[in-house]
């Protein structure tokens, strides 16, 4: 599998498609396992982790994983490759910045990872587009048990699966979902809202990382205690009230734009369309900030019927590709993605400084939203 | 003369004519001066004031001032009036707020100003568009004898010309240039410039006051020092040194910016060009910033024969009005000045608070720059 051919298109789960997905864009369960007899890799020698992956590996891709899949030895790949991975959230950062024997098998679909030697020995990951944790769940289920029937997992009577870190053991679950909120930021009730989340005992991330959220509208909202109770009881805490509660929230945040930010709203829209359409410098940062305002308006377009003179100046821009079609949600996505730093280099096919790529990024964006 | 009706069109001296007008915007010189046997406004009594207003308003109505001239009661017009009076610079803030009885002897072209009662009895203005000093100077002189003739003014033998705030004592003049210099704003040397300009004793305000000139890159130097100075010692020193260096350090910004920074250059002017056009609300200070970054596009084209992509689009912008020719620094400014808040209002015949004035702004833009 060649990465480069890979980063010319945007991965499925951040494709704009699936339940709910106007707010909800993806959906995530990881699982941390560890091998019985063996130390975490933290503590591991070179060859002791040479031994786990070697094991990891060959039962790995002795698996039924539903698709085609590829082993990257990452220890052996760029750190664009590895950038490339983590902006993909394939591998975590974690995963790319560690030294040593590591490495990382992947479906062709890119809908599950399973990291070997990351902080643990073996982190599983399914990851879909839209609001579809239980299908996720059942997934990483099979999987996991089908792993398990042929190595013998670190396992605890008394606490469960064992971690590297204490805040993963029990279950070793971790449940999160990726939602779109630029609603709630402009109504300026976006940090109730995460510290309401947080008080919930979540976790809030950005897409990509610290501070990126700011700038995307995307947070990560994901579960802290795995010890003491069943991934079910996890899973179903999230389908059942945390998703509906926080999507209601920036649901009513965008009625609200509507009935008393209506200029507002349309002034953001007309903005974000005027610079992506002719800037000729664009920071990857900007990007995320401008397209972040398309998706909420196409959104509202599509899922609240919603017509304003710029959404629907927004509707009829043109879509990238030989097939022209009105503006999608996968058009937006697939900007958003393939603008960001290590994708545009690995498709550009070499390093770039930052004028450069701000220069790249502006031109693939707006040659993509002025149609000819 | 109804306030309305010139709050339509730009006044002359803002409408980027004259010499050096890519960098100078305009020519100012101010004299102050006081009647003998009275004491400063600031110390008069309702009565004196009243009195000294009848003496000085009968004299100028009185004398050939070249142009019709119209009269105003400041004390009598509204704030919003007033506020339009100092936005189009006709009369000076000081004058607008400063109570008690108090008027202004404006001719037509609104190129002279007498504004009387202000800090000082009378203050005399000269105001032309580019690079006029010894013009400005000649009508101001030519005015003042005529004044003269009619009446005694405060002066001493020792000091020279008597005025309220000791550092007009002497000559009472204020020489001033406006001066365009965005360039060194984007290549980061603004900040030394004005500093050089401190120490030769100039002092630096912004178009409209504190913190504007940040916004619109326009900046006003003048004089400080008007003791044992000749008024044609400080308007040669004006021509012959003062003006051709700073004019030449922002000359060199501009080409630094075309060798240099040319991308960013471009990305600017599309940017500004793109906002412009398709923006629902628009700041005052935004407008100012924007709009300047199109008057130096333009600039560089007429006087530099620069012709990059975003230039080339910006030169192709239709003009506002029912003669379209191509965008020209008159209509760049023409837009500036009949956005800022009081000349909206006047123009649209009722207060509006920020957000309406907001909306306004981006419409009139809007429809000036998106030619049908």
């Keep these: 599998m060649e990465l480069r051919q890979i980063s010319r298109d945007i ?6 498609s699936g339940p709910m997905s106007d707010i909800v864009v993806s959906s995530r369960i990881r699982l941390a396992r560890n091998l019985a007899g063996h130390r975490f890799p933290g503590s591991c020698s070179v060859e002791e982790k040479a031994e786990i992956l070697d094991v990891l590996k060959s039962v790995l891709l002795s698996l039924d994983l539903g698709d085609e899949v590829f082993y990257l030895s990452l220890d052996k790949e760029s750190e664009l490759a590895r ?15 560690a030294s040593g024997p590591r490495g990382a098998v992947i479906t062709k679909n890119e809908s599950f990872t399973a990291m070997l030697l990351e902080e643990d020995a073996l982190r599983l990951q399914v990851l879909r587009s839209g609001c579809r944790l239980s299908e996720c769940a059942a997934q990483i289920d099979k999987i996991d048990s089908m792993i398990e029937e042929r190595v013998e997992y670190a396992f605890s009577p008394r606490f469960g699966y064992l971690t590297a870190c204490p805040t993963n053991v029990g279950t070793g679950i971790r449940v999160s979902v990726m939602l779109h909120m630029p609603a709630l930021k402009m109504t300026g009730q976006i940090e109730k809202c995460l510290a309401a989340a947080k008080d919930m005992n ?8 610290e501070g990126t959220e700011a700038a995307s509208d995307l ?10 109770v069943s991934e079910q009881a996890i899973v179903s805490e999230f389908e059942n009230v945390i998703i509906p509660e926080i999507t209601e929230y920036e649901k009513a945040a965008r009625k609200q734009l509507l009935t008393k930010q209506a200029e507002a709203l349309d002034d953001k ?4 369309m005027a610079l992506l359409q002719n800037a000729h410098l664009i920071s990857s940062q900007e990007a995320l900030f401008l397209l972040s305002h398309l998706r909420l308006g196409l959104n509202m377009h599509e899922h609240m019927g919603v017509s304003t003179p710029a959404i629907e100046r927004l509707c009829a821009l043109g879509a990238p590709g030989p097939d022209r079609h009105r503006l999608s949600i996968r058009t937006i996505n697939r ?12 498709n550009y096919g070499q390093p770039l400084d930052a004028t450069r790529r701000d220069a790249l990024r502006a031109r693939i964006i707006r040659e993509a939203l002025n149609p000819q």
Tied chains: 1, 2.
């Design 11 to 16: 991965t499925d789960w951040f494709s704009g």
């Design 83 to 97: 950038s490339f991975l983590v902006e993909r959230h394939l591998i975590s950062r974690h995963h790319a910045m």
């Design 202 to 209: 979540l976790a809030v991330r950005g897409l990509f990382g």
């Design 219 to 228: 947070y990560q909202i994901s579960n802290q205690v795995t010890l003491g």
């Design 269 to 272: 829209i007309a903005r974000a």
């Design 335 to 346: 900007l958003f993605m393939l603008t960001l730093p290590a994708h545009l280099q690995l």
